[in-house]
């Protein structure tokens, strides 16, 4: 395996978007304003919001996400928040607000498990070499597709074009795999990732290194076989857990007991489920005092490093380490 080669985001699913961009300002991220995908109702009608908001995190070469469904108010959207309408001909709106239903069934359904990171997308080399991978292997995906994502430069936001794919499991609803929506992204050129800016958060955050996901505590085997097919590569082991490297970041599959063990205090929100990830930090004692300022509780790793909990970041336990 040497296509996938880091993490390129984890979403988190919230109820309620205010509140979402509120706790992660608390935390020290900078978020700009959400969007919201917009599509007519009908042919020649004014767009409305469809699909859920969202906002981003947004570091170097990776970012976390934050996704709410669009009300059903356009008046109750976030302060700020943009409308982008999406460019669909007028003969194929109904698919395709079929299609967006059909996605946000599965996203609903993880919600009313729990607010929390039900999103994780893998960075890829080549989405198309990932996918051909995945369908040798009889990984059910949905192939190589292409989206824009705005960039923000000196210059201004530039739509740069991403090659994605999802994992499918055609039995679940939405279609999604037992952790919620994973999959893998061709980012943009370089040239362009270098040439953001708003990268600089209060916290100092600027990557993410790695993803805690957390089985059953006799479902370990069967999802280190599953991530064994999706990632085209065999686990470490590392104590009780399965660890996949992907170039400078991990993908750690765990136990409850192991999760509570190294986080003590934690106890995952769905099972299997994202449950924390590791963040590099510029300076961690600064990232420390300004938590603590906020009045953001701190918890301590098993290996000593401060670990925000998951019931303060909504869901998804944030340990910081020294980038």
């Given at each position: 395996?040497?296509?996938?080669?880091?993490?390129?985001?984890?979403?988190?699913?919230?109820?309620?978007?205010?509140?979402?961009?509120?706790?992660?300002?608390?935390?020290?991220?900078?978020?700009?304003?959400?969007?919201?995908?917009?599509?007519?109702?009908?042919?020649?009608?004014?767009?409305?919001?469809?699909?859920?908001?969202?906002?981003?995190?947004?570091?170097?070469?990776?970012?976390?996400?934050?996704?709410?469904?669009?009300?059903?108010?356009?008046?109750?959207?976030?302060?700020?928040?943009?409308?982008?309408?999406?460019?669909?001909?007028?003969?194929?709106?109904?698919?395709?607000?079929?299609?967006?239903?059909?996605?946000l069934d599965?996203?609903?359904?993880?919600?009313?498990?729990?607010?929390?990171?039900?999103?994780?997308?893998?960075?890829?080399?080549?989405?198309?070499?990932?996918?051909?991978?995945?369908?040798?292997?009889?990984?059910?995906?949905?192939?190589?597709?292409?989206?824009?994502?705005?960039?923000?430069?000196?210059?201004?936001?530039?739509?740069?074009?991403?090659?994605?794919l999802?994992?499918?499991?055609?039995?679940?609803?939405?279609?999604?795999?037992?952790?919620?929506?994973?999959?893998?992204?061709?980012?943009?050129?370089?040239?362009?990732?270098?040439?953001?800016?708003?990268?600089?958060?209060?916290?100092?955050?600027?990557?993410?290194t790695?993803?805690?996901v957390?089985?059953?505590?006799d479902?370990?085997?069967?999802?280190?076989?599953?991530y064994?097919?999706?990632?085209?590569?065999?686990?470490?082991?590392?104590?009780?857990?399965?660890?996949?490297?992907?170039?400078?970041?991990?993908?750690?599959?765990?136990?409850?007991?192991?999760?509570?063990?190294?986080?003590?205090?934690?106890?995952?929100?769905?099972?299997?489920?994202?449950?924390?990830c590791?963040?590099?930090?510029?300076?961690?004692?600064?990232?420390?005092?300004?938590?603590?300022?906020?009045?953001?509780?701190?918890?301590?790793?098993?290996?000593?490093?401060p670990?925000?909990?998951?019931?303060?970041?909504?869901g998804?336990?944030?340990?910081?380490?020294?980038?």
């Amino acid at each position: 395996m040497d296509d996938l080669t880091g993490i390129h985001h984890i979403g988190l699913l919230v109820r309620d978007m205010d509140d979402a961009l509120a706790a992660y300002a608390r935390l020290g991220f900078h978020l700009g304003p959400p969007a919201y995908p917009a599509l007519p109702p009908a042919p020649g009608a004014a767009p409305e919001p469809v699909g859920a908001g969202n906002t981003h995190a947004d570091f170097p070469r990776s970012f976390i996400e934050l996704l709410a469904f669009a009300p059903a108010d356009p008046a109750r959207l976030p302060a700020g928040a943009a409308l982008v309408p999406l460019q669909v001909p007028d003969d194929q709106l109904a698919a395709t607000r079929t299609v967006i239903g059909r996605t946000l069934d599965g996203l609903a359904a993880r919600l009313d498990r729990a607010e929390g990171a039900h999103i994780l997308v893998l960075t890829t080399d080549d989405a198309e070499r990932t996918a051909a991978r995945l369908d040798a292997a009889a990984v059910p995906n949905s192939g190589a597709r292409t989206a824009q994502r705005p960039l923000a430069t000196a210059a201004g936001t530039v739509l740069a074009d991403v090659r994605f794919l999802k994992l499918h499991d055609p039995a679940a609803p939405g279609g999604l795999v037992p952790e919620g929506r994973v999959g893998a992204a061709e980012d943009a050129p370089a040239d362009l990732l270098d040439a953001q800016t708003g990268l600089a958060h209060p916290n100092g955050a600027n990557a993410i290194t790695a993803c805690t996901v957390c089985t059953a505590p006799d479902g370990l085997d069967a999802a280190a076989d599953r991530y064994r097919r999706y990632l085209g590569t065999a686990p470490e082991s590392d104590g009780p857990d399965a660890v996949f490297t992907l170039g400078a970041a991990r993908l750690v599959l765990t136990t409850p007991a192991a999760l509570a063990h190294r986080l003590p205090g934690e106890r995952p929100r769905t099972l299997p489920g994202i449950a924390a990830c590791t963040l590099a930090v510029t300076d961690l004692p600064a990232a420390e005092r300004l938590l603590r300022a906020n009045g953001v509780p701190l918890g301590r790793t098993a290996d000593g490093d401060p670990f925000v909990p998951a019931a303060a970041a909504l869901g998804l336990a944030l340990v910081l380490k020294t980038a």
